[in-house]
C-alpha cells in the first residue's frame, strides 16, 4: 500500500466495499504488489522496538475483519467488521471486555462510524439505497432514524461538529471523478461543498476541520490540510515530497492529531481478495503524532504490520486497526510522548459491571452467530433493519 494518488480515480465507483471501508481511507490507489527481490525480515511480536506506547490490547481479540473504531466521551467504542458477508456496525460499552452489540444487520454494507459528541447518536455511510449515503441512528441501536444525504454520489467518511449540528463529509463526484468534502447543516438543510479533500474531520472547538489531499505534482503523495467551516483559510500541516500522511485524528483537546504514513518506508502494498485485505510485502505505515501547527512529528509505532485508522479517545487512548498478529483486528494503547503530553480533557472511564448490554429496540442478549473463526463474543440481534 502506498500513501499517494495516482491514475485511477474511480474505486468508490464499484460496489466493493473494501475500497471505500479501507482502502480509500488508506489511499487512492496502489501501483500493485511486489513479490520478487523482498528481503525476508525477522519475525516480529505483538510490540516491536521502538514503539512508544504502553497498555496494547485487543478490542476485538475473538473477532477478525474489523476496522474503523470510533469512541465516545464515556469510553464507548463503535466499529466495523465484515461477518456473514456483510459490513456491520458494533457496540463496546466495556473496551476491553464483556460483550459486542450488533447495531446493524440490514443486509446493505455499513461502514465509518462516527459518534456524536454528546454520545447519542452514530453517523455512519451504507449503501442501503443503491449507492453510499450518510445515515444517523440512535448509539442504542434499532432502525437508522434520518438520511442526511441522497444523491447519486457516493458519500461517506462523516465527522460530527461538536455541537451535533453539522455533519462534514467526503463525496465521490460523478462527473469529474474527484473527491470534496461537504458539510451538511441538520438544522437548516444547507449543504455546502468546501472544496477538495478526503476523511475530514471536526476539531475539538468545532472551528476547524482537518482532512487530507493529494499533491497535483511527483508522486502525488497525500498531505494534511485544515480550513475553516466555510474552506477559508486554507493550511498545508503536513506534507513531503518522499512519503504520505493520512487518516488524521485530534487529540480531545484539539492541540495535537495522530495521523499515519509512510515516512520511513517505502509504503505498503495491499492485495484486495473479495473484502479481505492481505498484506504482501515487507514495509509499514505506521501512526505519528504532531503538534496542530505541523511542529514535532513524533513516530509512535514501527511495527513491520500496517497501523491505521487511528483515533484519539477521551481516555488518552489510541485506538487504531492492525495485522500485528496476523488478523485484521482493533487494537488500542496509552500513547508516550517526548514532551510528556496527555490531553487536558482526558476523562477516567468506569468499565460497567454487567458485561450483557441491553438494547431498549432489541431483544438484550440475543445470540445471532457464531464468529467462524472462534469467537466468544455474545452478540445482540438489532431490530427493525
Known sequence: MQVHKNAPNNLLTITSLSAIAVGISMLACSTGPTTTGVPVQPKVGLVAQGESFSNLTAITENMENCDQAA??????VVFACY????????????PTGGAVQKLTSHGAQDINPAISADGQRIAFASNRSGNYDIFIMSLNGGTAKQQVTDNQAVEYSPSWSPDGSMIVYTRLDPIDN??????KNLETNANIQLGPGLSPKFSPDGETILFQR???QGKKWFGLWSMDLNGSRLTQIVSSDEWGAIDANWSPDGEKFIFVSSKGTSGRFVNEVGSKYIPTSQTSNNLWVVNKDGSAMTQLTTHPK?????????????YFTSWRDGKQRIWRFTPILPDNYVPNTVQPMSEPKNDIMEDPEAPSNEPIAEDPNGSNDTVNKPEGE
Do not use: M
Not at 461477518?83 to 466495556?94: A, G, H
Open 71 to 76: 469512541t465516545s466521551v464515556d469510553g464507548k
Open 214 to 216: 493529494a499533491s497535483k
Open 178 to 183: 474527484e473527491y470534496y468534502i461537504w458539510i
Open 83 to 94: 461477518r456473514d458477508n456483510n459490513w456491520d456496525l458494533f457496540l463496546k460499552t466495556s
Open 306 to 318: 500496517d497501523d491505521i485508522q487511528p483515533s484519539w479517545s477521551a481516555q488518552n487512548h489510541i
